[in-house]
């Protein structure tokens, strides 16, 4: 593992934290699905760069040339990382929930969106608006079952545009949704398919190519970069044809004056429509980065040490007969480093918060931005109307409101968990 660990250093790894106790301890982050620390790598990339950018497609001068170059470059290596197919496009965006708006706001009017209302609340609520219908699907309880309620709810709708919109890896649970199998049912019907890959893209590799899928959506932040560039990828029909997502410089080709007085526009084809604004290039460079490092530590190697983490957290918690893991498809069920789970007789929040004060871990509590989805999951009771996290007021005892998600990466040491296990 020690191999395998050495391409995933990341900032922060020696940062000392206060206990209640007195004592320093290490921090051990345990909140990846959150937003993942820096590769140590992106940052020496960003590092070396940083002296010599400049504003991209506007300025003549060398830097601004430079930067022109690398922030596209930047776009094909996200090309290369996703195995886009001939003619998709990458739109660098802010992160997922950003990309997620931008395809809402491209989709044919009339278009009606399916989505099972497990979702993380980014690709659960950007389609509520006008010119768009929106179907949410009950929470399944195997693949076989998500499959066929997707097959019956497009048979039930087969007219007029239709987008299906997928989470690759629950961002509660850590598990895996089939989303091949789903690309297929819904291309069967005519429909086109968006993967919600923010916890999926960190975690295995991901081909457009051979899942099929029509956009992907990331963000940079839990892929190992640092906050502020995220990617929508895909089809570049329905982002051609549509209004670009902001208007302003860049988006457009030219603008003039008619003899009416009226201001006519040409808005441009391709990515630079929708990334109106100067845009962020250090933030895609380090998105570019972040996906070479990945791919260059071999995505194979990653899982099979991911997987020597999960297995110890599951056999660890298994010991706990107070500790309820949540899921959705079974105990069986493969997924990513990401789980939440319940304590018998303790308030979540307060779990969280003296796992934080007594042994330096910093997990996270709450809802995660999937309210559907984890009051499924808690049994079905109304939770606290709270927004993401907010804590829940129930006495140790009660059932709980709210869950615990301890969640990491490939490079997170053995000891966070040892010490997260002897906490817990
Ligand atoms: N989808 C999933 C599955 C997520 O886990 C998250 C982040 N928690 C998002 C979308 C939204 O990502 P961001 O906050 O980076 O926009």
């Known amino acids: 593992s020690a191999s395998v660990c050495a391409p995933l250093a990341v900032l922060g790894s020696d940062v000392e934290v206060p206990l209640v106790s007195g004592e320093k301890v290490v921090y051990a982050a345990l909140d990846y699905a959150a937003s993942a620390p820096a590769l140590q ?58 990309s997620l708006n931008l395809l809402a706001g491209v989709l044919p009017a009339g278009t009606r969106v399916f989505a099972f209302e497990t979702e993380h609340h980014a690709s659960l609520l950007p389609w509520r608006r006008e010119g768009l219908t929106v179907s949410y699907l009950r929470a399944p309880r195997s693949h076989a079952e998500a499959v066929a309620a997707l097959d019956e709810a497009l048979a039930a709708n087969p007219e007029g545009p239709r987008l299906f919109c997928v989470t690759g890896a629950s961002n509660v649970t850590g598990e895996l949704w089939p989303v091949a199998e789903l690309t297929e049912v819904a291309h069967r019907h005519g429909a086109r398919v968006v993967l919600d890959a923010a916890q999926l893209a960190p975690h295995h590799r991901v081909s457009v190519r051979e899942l099929g899928v029509d956009w992907i959506a990331f963000s940079g932040h839990k892929l190992y970069a640092p906050f502020g560039a995220g990617v929508l990828a895909g089809r570049a029909d329905w982002l051609d044809a549509a209004e670009p997502y902001l208007a302003g410089g860049g988006a457009s080709r030219t603008v003039a004056r008619e003899v009416d007085g009226s201001v006519a526009v040409e808005w441009q084809r391709g990515p630079a429509r929708h990334e109106a604004g100067s845009p962020n290039v250090i933030g895609a460079y380090a998105v570019a980065s972040a996906c070479r490092a990945l791919t260059e530590a071999g995505f194979d190697a990653l899982q099979a040490r991911e997987q020597q983490l999960i297995d110890l957290l599951q056999a660890g918690l298994a010991q706990i007969p ?103």
């Open 41 to 98: 790598r992106v940052w020496d990339d960003v590092a070396a760069y940083a002296p010599y950018y400049g504003s991209v497609h506007r300025g003549a001068g060398y830097l601004s040339q430079l930067s022109t170059d690398l922030f596209e470059q930047s776009r094909r290596t996200v090309e290369e990382f996703l195995d886009l197919r001939e003619g998709d496009q990458v739109v660098f965006t802010r992160a997922t929930t950003d």
């Open 322 to 424: 107070e500790v309820r893991v949540l899921s959705l498809f079974g105990t069986e069920a493969a997924r990513v480093g990401v789980l939440s789970f319940v304590v018998q007789g303790w308030n979540s929040s307060h779990f969280s918060a003296a796992l934080s004060a007594e042994y330096g871990i910093g997990v996270r509590d709450g809802l995660f931005c999937a309210h559907p989805l984890v009051r499924t999951l808690l049994g079905g009771e109304e939770a606290a109307p709270s927004e993401c996290g907010a804590p829940e007021p129930s006495l140790p005892g009660e059932r709980s409101l709210n869950a615990i998600r301890v969640s990491f990466g490939a490079g997170t040491p053995d000891e966070h968990l040892d010490r997260f296990l002897t906490a817990v």
